[in-house]
């Protein structure tokens, strides 16, 4: 590519499931007297957007105008949230609903390695709900691209209603699918399944022509414009009608792969609306996914990284 597209005019609102990924790495130099598991001894804390927030967090640090549209607690934790979008130059409209907990994951570390997470959560409550999406027709003309970011966690229950008035907007709508049900994105502009998701939906392939088959038929019958197929170590398949595009994984070094669809699709939407074909837009998602999987935890991509 001769220069790098003009990322910083692009608009992007991303709405979805917003969680804060906490932290904690230690020393591991002993095994619990009380039961037969590892003590770490905590020396560290971090905390980062997770969820819907680092899609924002990722289109931000590409240089995008970044919105985030999305539900968390009245607490500690959802004040830790608004405290690190405002530190990342990302536009917060989240909604803050007393009768919940912000999402957490928290991660122990010891040694560079995982030893546990634990999840808090609760879903988000109606009248939250029904705020969030008149507020999302209302930012609607102010972006250019709409990322629906859904973990399954209560935030995106109306999430049909969201992609036919997007998509009667005339917005590029891109959704990160979950759940055992694609029907309620029918209509939207891409989906951006990982190979487990799309099990989930059309079953498992033995060969590469049932593959092709299988995605092509679910992207007819939810009237998408493409499908993207992440791959991990094999890479990436658009599928359009127009045909196929094969990308190879671009990763040197896999480090950790939290957060890297996270990455894909805010790099995507972010090239997709400077006006990239789908094929340069593909081609630069996959390249930035393989920059985040060597870094630690949920990571982001620059612009000079992606284009250096």
Request: proline letters at 3%; glycine letters at 10%; a negative charge.
């Amino acid at each position: 590519m001769s220069k790098a597209p003009a990322l910083e005019k692009v608009r992007i609102l991303v709405a979805g499931d917003v969680m804060l990924d906490r932290y904690w790495f230690g020393d591991v130099s002993r095994i619990s007297p009380e039961a037969p598991v590892p003590v770490v001894r905590i020396e560290r804390r971090e905390a980062r957007l997770g969820g819907a927030a680092n899609v924002a967090r990722n289109a931000a640090a590409l240089g995008a105008h970044a919105g985030l549209l999305g539900i968390i607690g009245a607490d500690e934790a959802g004040a830790e949230v608004e405290q690190l979008l405002q530190g990342g130059g990302i536009h917060s409209y989240l909604k803050h609903d007393n009768a919940i907990s912000t999402i957490i994951k928290l991660r122990v570390i010891g040694r560079q390695q995982q030893m546990v997470r634990i999840d808090f959560e609760e879903a988000p409550s109606d009248a939250v709900l029904r705020n969030k999406l008149v507020q999302f027709k209302t930012l609607l003309p102010e972006y250019d691209v709409i990322v629906l970011s859904d973990y399954n966690k209560g935030g995106l229950v109306d999430v049909a209603e969201m992609i036919a008035t997007a998509r009667a907007a005339g917005k590029v709508v891109m959704v990160d699918p979950k759940g055992d049900d694609f029907s309620p994105y029918k209509g939207a502009t891409v989906l951006t399944p990982n190979k487990s998701e799309l099990k989930r939906i059309v079953g498992s392939w033995s060969s590469e022509e049932q593959l092709i088959t299988k995605a092509q038929n679910l992207r007819s019958e939810l009237q998408l414009d493409a499908l993207l197929l992440t791959r991990s170590e094999e890479g990436m398949t658009l599928f359009t009608g127009e045909g196929i595009f094969n990308v190879q994984a671009s990763a040197r070094e896999v480090y950790d792969v939290s957060g890297a669809g996270d990455t894909v699709i805010a790099t995507m939407a972010a090239m997709l609306g400077s006006g990239a074909g789908w094929q340069e837009a593909v081609e630069t998602a996959n390249r930035a996914g393989g920059i985040v999987v060597g870094k630690l935890g949920t990571a982001t991509v620059t612009r000079d990284e992606l284009f250096s």
